[in-house]
């Protein structure tokens, strides 16, 4: 028997245990999907019998729960407050944490990663530790109970993440690049405009998916500094309406979940290459 025959058998084991494990994992990262889609279209009385197969519809699904969502809480406002303050966060993470990566891997020398190291340690400090202080500058600038202080809020957590993420992509850009895009007539800002930064594009976003993704999910902050409904994000605001005393809205809860979790899992899946290079590459080339 040759070699490669022998071969063979052991690769198609290898094969088969590796789809194993991939389908097992995928399995378990899929299943809370799987249960709060089927509980979204359960009843009350479907969902809450023992006897039932939770798995299964013993009565037919309804849509009564999204219903309650939308008529019973301002669900709308809830996402319309977290994507206003996502977007305006990401823009002003993009707009200071580019030149200061930047700077810190061109125009610092030897001093550029200490200085970083120190940025992401901020990154690192509790938020249980920061609202208390956060909370008197907020009430000086007049923001309480206003989306607005969470868009004051979030970049002091963002930024330093980002600083440190998109410092590997600006250090794996060759300085004769940018001195070649000068010698062709383009100035320093002009050469990081047109230049550099579509060569760190995998890092830009990187840092948009990940500061959305941090703002969304915070709770922290958003239930500190906002109170009244109609501020309130998803994170905060789902559970404040649907969780009243001991009574659970376990159906609406799902819904809520699933109406948000949908989309983002669409677009991480359409970009997860580009995601994945992000990180992969800040980590190796920095």
């Known amino acids: 028997m040759s070699s490669s025959s022998a071969r063979r058998p052991r690769t198609i084991r290898g094969s088969i245990g590796l789809y194993l494990i991939v389908f097992f994992f995928a399995v378990l990262c899929g299943f809370p999907f799987l249960w709060a889609t089927i509980t979204t279209f359960k009843t009350n009385q479907d969902l809450y019998t023992t006897g039932h197969n939770p798995f299964a519809f013993t009565q037919a699904p309804t849509l009564d729960n999204i219903t309650t969502l939308f008529t019973t809480t301002p669900y709308l406002h809830f996402i319309i407050n977290s994507v206003v303050i996502g977007i305006v966060t990401v823009g002003i993470t993009l707009v200071l944490s580019v030149p200061a990566s930047y700077a810190l891997a061109r125009l610092t020398g030897r001093w550029g990663l200490p200085m970083a190291i120190g940025i992401f340690v901020v990154y690192l400090v509790p938020p249980t530790l920061l609202f208390l202080p956060l909370s008197r500058v907020i009430t000086v600038l007049g923001l309480q109970d206003t989306i607005w202080s969470l868009v004051l809020v979030y970049p002091g957590f963002t930024i330093p993440l980002s600083v440190w993420l998109l410092l590997g992509f600006f250090r794996s850009v060759p300085r004769d690049v940018e001195e070649q ?105 920095g």
Do not use: C, E, H
């Open 181 to 285: 895009a000068q010698v062709d007539g383009y100035s320093k800002v002009g050469a990081l405009v047109r230049v550099v930064l579509p060569l760190v594009a995998p890092g830009l976003f990187t840092v948009v998916v990940f500061t959305f993704t941090l703002t969304m999910q915070d709770f922290i902050y958003a239930l500190a500094f906002v109170s009244s409904s109609s501020q309130m994000t998803i994170s905060v605001g789902v559970p404040t309406n649907l969780v009243r005393g001991d009574v659970f809205y376990w159906q609406s809860l799902m819904a809520s979940a699933m109406i948000v979790a949908i989309p983002v899992a669409v677009i991480y899946n359409l970009f997860l290459r580009k995601f994945i290079q992000g990180f992969t590459l800040g980590a190796v080339k």
